[in-house]
């Protein structure tokens, strides 16, 4: 069982807005800061956002992250075929003294 | 360029030992923490554990203490992770990735399958 909760599934059309939420806790997301990751099908994990709304180089700026509070949310805005991957958030956990990972949402463009 | 390159798939038995390799390049290798990160099949993503090459400064996960090992050999930039009696339940494929910083990893390996069966 995950620390971090995420929903197993999201979807949208084409050119569509998808948010994809992501639940933690005081000891991890809520004192420290989050990242997220974009696994295509069959490859590795690809870093997407770090510190809770910065882009790597080379992302594209449809992209973008938030945080508040102990919750954090990642959001594609203009969904792209492309896009269809599973993502991950992840923290810091000062109790677990260690990197916790979401469970994971996989996005589906309809 | 940063780049991780992995060792290839396995296929053991249970109770047999492995050592799987992360060969980092493009980068001071001494000045990054690299991870292992566990992905069961169909499942999520869980870290192993973590290790400082410019002081072997090694961290484990407490799910995977004391059944797994994470080395490092300086000499050839490259990290390790082994096994001295493998089970069934260690299936999956495994990555090394680059800890950039705040718990951070910025470049992944291609990973790497291990797969257990009698």
């Known amino acids: 069982q995950s620390v971090l909760t995420q929903p197993p599934s999201a979807s949208g059309t084409p050119g569509q807005r998808v948010t994809i939420s992501c639940s933690g806790a005081s000891s991890n997301i809520g004192r420290n800061p989050v990242h997220w990751y974009q696994q295509l099908p069959g490859t590795a994990p690809k870093a997407l956002i770090f510190?809770?709304?910065q882009r790597p180089s080379g992302v594209p700026d449809r992209f973008s992250g938030s945080k508040s509070g102990a919750s954090a949310s990642l959001v594609i805005s203009g969904l792209q075929s492309d896009d269809e991957a599973d993502y991950y958030c992840?923290?810091?956990?000062?109790?677990?003294?260690?990197?916790?990972f979401g469970s994971g949402t996989k996005v589906t463009v309809l | 360029e940063v780049q991780l390159v992995q060792s290839g798939a396995e296929a053991k038995k249970p109770g047999e030992s492995l050592k799987i390799s992360c060969k980092a390049s493009?980068?001071?290798?001494?000045?990054?923490?690299i991870g292992w990160v566990r992905q069961m099949p169909g499942k999520g993503l869980e870290l192993v554990g973590m290790v400082y090459p410019y002081d072997s400064d090694t961290r484990y996960t407490p799910s995977f203490e004391g059944h797994v090992v994470i080395s490092l050999d300086n000499s050839v930039d490259t990290a390790y992770l082994q096994w001295t009696s493998l089970k069934a339940s260690d299936t999956a494929m495994y990555y090394c990735?680059?800890?950039?910083?705040?718990?951070?990893?910025?470049?992944w390996g291609q990973g790497t399958l291990v797969s257990v069966s009698s």
């Open positions: 992840a923290a810091w956990d000062d109790s677990l003294n260690g990197d916790v």
């Open positions: 990735a680059r800890h950039w910083g705040g718990s951070f990893y910025d470049y």
């Open positions: 510190t809770n709304n």
């Open positions: 493009g980068y001071s290798f001494a000045n990054y923490w």
